[in-house]
């Protein structure tokens, strides 16, 4: 199994501009979860889809964050228009939940993001 | 969900058992409780989970006291491989999809 694949590992990027983030999850999971890790806040859930729709988009910081699931097997986070304060790593992680039953969370390797 | 209070960081010597400690007193009898780690520059990492039965995997074991309000993971042979910070974390059937993250144990091992 390939794991939960994301795509870049590193970016770049000068304030003000457009910034896509993207995700596979492990094959046959339907729920997938997007985290955003900083020295200062730590691991936050940003948003949480289940067999591709958005469940629970409260941690989302802001307007300037959005974020799709258009099949199960691929996700975005996007920002518009990015701002210093994003630089962070974001993390994908995917799980196979069942009726309720408490499901292992796989994690991606991760996006650096710097914004300059 | 309870909270959960660990060490801020740990050393323990290549090849020994690292045994990490974590409080969760307020803990409720539907939750369960979690570990993670998180290597430099990676991921975190789905280590053990249980309820109320001690559990062993191939990576680690993990001890539940009786009243539920602590519990220790145990790497029994550790290697320079396990530096990580380990982020004990109690979880409930009512949630079942947020985990809520603490700071966790900077564990650090010497050769």
């Known amino acids: 199994d390939a794991g939960v694949i994301q795509s870049p590992r590193h970016e770049v990027t000068e304030m003000g501009q457009e910034v896509t983030l993207r995700c596979k999850p492990i094959?046959?999971?339907?729920?997938l979860f997007w985290y955003r890790q900083t020295m200062m806040r730590g691991l936050e859930l940003l948003i949480y889809?289940?067999?591709?729709?958005?469940?629970?988009d409260s941690g989302m910081p802001e307007d300037r964050f959005s974020a799709k699931m258009p099949n199960a097997s691929f996700s975005t986070l996007k920002i518009q228009p990015s701002e210093p304060r994003d630089s962070a790593v974001y993390f994908c992680?995917?799980?196979?939940?069942?009726?309720?039953?408490?499901?292992?969370?796989?994690f991606g390797p991760g996006t650096r993001l710097l914004v300059l | 969900d309870a909270k959960t209070t660990q060490p801020t960081s740990m050393d323990c010597a290549e090849g020994r058992a690292a045994n990490l400690p974590c409080n969760h007193s307020?803990?409720?009898?539907?939750?369960?409780v979690y570990w993670y780690r998180q290597i430099h520059s990676q991921g975190p990492q789905y280590i053990i989970h249980?309820?109320?039965?001690?559990e062993t995997n191939e990576m680690a074991s993990l001890i539940i006291t009786e009243d539920r309000k602590s519990s220790t993971l145990i790497l029994p042979h550790a290697t320079l491989r396990d530096t990580a910070v380990y982020y004990c974390?109690?979880?409930?059937?009512?949630?079942?999809?947020?985990?809520?993250w603490g700071a966790g144990t900077k564990l650090i091992i010497k050769p």
């Open positions: 992680a995917s799980s196979s939940a069942s009726g309720g039953a408490l499901e292992t969370q796989y």
């Open positions: 094959s046959g999971h339907n729920s």
């Open positions: 889809f289940n067999n591709n729709v958005p469940i629970d």
């Open positions: 307020t803990i409720s009898g539907n939750e369960y």
């Open positions: 249980g309820l109320k039965n001690n």
């Open positions: 974390i109690v979880r409930s059937r009512g949630s079942n999809y947020q985990l809520i």
